[in-house]
């Protein structure tokens, strides 16, 4: 399962990432109250010269409201969770305009859904965004990193989705796998780039299952239902819909997925999809954008892989050209 043996922690690739030790504490210092002053003061002057949503949030706030999709709820711990900070900056919407704009995609197709997955889920946003905009549709979230998932936990509690999200510690992908994953903290903040592909020396197993299988275990509605799916799995893509194929072909699910340059199998998913009819839609600036292959490669990384047409995309309000 993993693309080497050696530690990624200590890997040139993970002493990159964390500024070789330093990150942390450097982006705790700027979260204190008076050095965060200074930083917004920066990031004001200097506009759009700077990605605002990549510096820290203020260590004191300890919730963020988000606002989107006719909905509201909160996100945790913006000063450790990745997506909360950047709702903090983007006064309760992600602030780069494609990535708002894969939230209300999602919104808007989970609005007539009865299955909701989020594979891959992160602290949770789209899981508690569909529950919120589909309150009879079954929910389900998969996160392989135990810290983060905890974090998923706190979000759902918060929001008193409890009843309403099942949250699942695995990986999605092919039946019989364990991924080794760090027990650590990520660092200067939960790590969203974790993958069943990296293997960790002080870590623990977390067990993988086929989407096939974990779609088994759903309840007996849930089978051949309007469906809508989020993957975000740092480059394991193919493995997820190459182990659905049953899932694939009785629920036909919407399905917004990230494909990461440099990582994606775009064959394997192309090879997963296949059979099926789907279309290819990649989230840009302002609307959806119909190719008729899929590439990887910036700044969008995020598809909507559909059989819908686009007067059925358009009857759900959603933008394509």
Not at 17 to 37: E, F
Not at 155 to 183: C, E, F, M, W, Y
Not at 301 to 321: C, H, M, N, Q, V
Request: glycine letters at 8%; proline letters at 5%.
């Amino acid at each position: 399962m993993t693309d080497s043996a050696g530690d990624y922690h200590q890997s040139a690739r993970g002493r990159r990432h964390s500024w070789y030790g330093t990150k942390a504490s450097v982006k705790r210092v700027l979260s204190w109250r008076v050095p965060h002053l200074v930083v917004r003061g920066s990031a004001a002057i200097v506009g759009d010269r700077i990605r605002r949503e990549r510096l820290p949030a203020p260590a004191h706030v300890k919730a963020v409201r988000a606002r989107m999709a006719g909905v509201t709820f909160v996100m945790t711990r913006p000063d450790r969770c990745i997506i909360a900070k950047e709702l903090y900056w983007g006064h309760g919407v992600r602030p780069r305009a494609e990535d708002q704009l894969a939230l209300d995609v999602f919104a808007a197709l989970a609005r007539t859904s009865k299955v909701i997955l989020d594979v891959g889920a992160y602290t949770g946003i789209f899981a508690i965004l569909g529950a919120k905009v589909s309150e009879d549709a079954e929910v389900h979230a998969f996160e392989v990193v135990p810290e983060v998932a905890k974090a998923a936990l706190d979000n759902v509690v918060a929001n008193d989705l409890l009843p309403r999200i099942t949250l699942h510690v695995q990986g999605v992908g092919k039946d019989g796998d364990v991924a080794r994953i760090s027990i650590g903290d990520g660092g200067s903040a939960l790590p969203d780039f974790y993958s069943t592909q990296m293997h960790f020396d002080r870590g623990v197993d977390v067990p993988v299952s086929s989407l096939d299988t974990v779609a088994g275990s759903f309840s007996g509605l849930a089978r051949g239902v309007p469906t809508v799916m989020k993957i975000d799995v740092e480059g394991t893509e193919d493995a997820v819909l190459l182990n659905g194929q049953d899932f694939l072909a009785t629920n036909r699910p919407d399905i917004l997925c990230e494909i990461l340059p440099g990582i994606a199998n775009v064959e394997g998913v192309k090879t997963a999809l296949a059979p099926h009819g789907y279309r290819y839609y990649r989230v840009e600036t302002g609307a959806l954008t119909a190719h008729d292959e899929l590439v990887a490669e910036e700044p969008f990384r995020d598809w909507l892989f559909t059989t819908k047409t686009p007067a059925e995309l358009a009857s759900a309000g959603i933008p394509s050209r």
